[in-house]
C-alpha cells in the first residue's frame, strides 16, 4: 500500500511559476514510474509529465519546455516545476505512482488527493 500527497498548488498571474511536490509513504516491491496528471473541470485527466525507474522523462506537447519532473535520489518524492505557466494550465494535479506491490502481483497505481493550480489571465 503506497499513499501519495501533493502539495504546492496556488493561484498564480500568467507567466508564473510553481513547483508541486508528492510525498509517498507505505510500502512497495518496484517502482516503475513516477508521474503528475491534471484535469481540469469538464475534461478528461491528461498525463503532464512522467519519469520511469531509469529516470527517462515524458511530458504532454503543450507543456513540453515548461515543465520538469524530477524525483529525489530515494525515490520517495516527486516534483513538478511549472514555469511561464498559463491560464490553460489551471486543473487539479494529481502525483501517481506505478509500482509492483511485491514479487508475486502485477503492477497497479496510486493516486494523491490533488493539488489545486489556478492560473489568472
Known amino acids: 500500500q503506497v499513499r501519495l500527497a501533493e502539495s504546492g498548488g496556488d493561484l498564480v498571474q500568467s507567466g508564473g511559476s510553481l513547483r508541486l511536490s508528492c510525498s509517498a509513504s507505505?510500502?512497495?516491491?518496484?517502482?516503475?514510474?513516477m508521474a503528475w496528471y491534471r484535469q481540469a473541470p469538464g475534461k478528461q485527466r491528461e498525463l503532464v509529465a512522467r519519469?520511469?525507474?531509469?529516470?527517462?522523462?515524458d511530458y504532454a506537447d503543450s507543456v513540453k519546455g515548461r515543465f520538469t519532473i524530477s524525483r529525489d535520489r530515494n525515490r520517495n518524492i516527486v516534483a513538478l516545476q511549472m514555469n511561464s505557466l498559463e491560464p490553460d494550465d489551471t486543473a487539479t494535479y494529481y502525483c501517481?505512482?506505478?509500482?509492483?506491490?511485491?514479487?508475486?502481483?502485477?503492477?497497479?497505481?496510486?493516486w494523491g488527493q490533488g493539488t489545486q493550480v489556478t492560473v489568472s489571465s
Open positions: 507505505g510500502r512497495f516491491f518496484k517502482l516503475r514510474a
Open positions: 501517481n505512482w506505478n509500482y509492483q506491490p511485491n514479487s508475486e502481483t502485477s503492477p497497479t497505481d496510486a
Open positions: 519519469i520511469d525507474r531509469d529516470g527517462i522523462t
